[in-house]
């Protein structure tokens, strides 16, 4: 039973991830089936009924009677109030977000794990009120454990159900990809071989500066001549 429960749970991790890739906007999302709703409201039906009956027996209990220790007593009575504040709390706003959204992977898990926890909790209440409580309490509590068992196993059959729906529309989301991918013609580049080519600027000379051609060696430079004179 164990390895089954881990399996589901397993299963439905994956199951998460593939519900997440299937997600598409909320003006695409396909309507919910008529046979859909009416599937879920049955169950919500049947797991509120469960669920009133086992918050009655176990406000009915009557621990502090039992012919045990004190110990066994504070733990049942722990486990009683923690069983009753997920029934009156936590399970009906699950519900109701699941109703806003019937075929919800991740919704529909929620409330599955919430039953497995539930079930493993009043399991513990229902063995010790076997052991050390009267019949009454032990036959009222055994039938709601087995209530909620069967709500537990109704959500698991569904969750697979969704699942392999939405593995079916991702199959068809990637054709569909895929499809749309080929449609598209291949993008052209237009080469524009009739402008000319830019001109690469000249380029800058540098002035350089010729050096002077010096003097001969032992010559002298001539002496100036004053106007008017003539040569003897």
Known sequence: MNATRIALVSL???????SALAQAPANNAAPVSYSSITELNQLITNLQQASQASQEDLSHLRVEKWK????????TDSDTQSILRNLQNALPGM?????????????????????????DVLN?????????????????????????EESRRAFADR??????????????????????????????VVVDDSAPAPKKPA???????????????????????SPGSQPQ
């Open 203 to 225: 380029p800058a000379h540098k002035k350089t500066t010729k050096p002077k051609p010096a003097a001969p060696q032992g010559s002298q430079p001539a002496a100036p001549q």
């Open 124 to 148: 513990s209440v229902v063995e010790s009120a076997g052991a050390f409580g009267s019949k009454e309490e032990f036959q009222s509590l055994n039938k709601d454990l087995g209530r909620i």
């Open 68 to 75: 045990t220790d004190g110990g066994t007593k504070r733990q």
């Open 12 to 18: 439905s991790a994956m199951f998460l991830a593939l």
């Open 159 to 188: 969750m697979d159900k969704l699942a392999n729906a939405k593995e079916t529309e991702i199959g068809q989301l990637r054709v569909e990809l895929q499809n749309a991918r080929a449609a598209i013609p291949p993008k052209k």
């Open 95 to 119: 519900l109701a977000d699941l109703k806003n959204a019937p075929e919800s992977l991740p919704a529909t898990f929620k409330v599955y794990r919430n039953l497995d926890a539930l079930y």
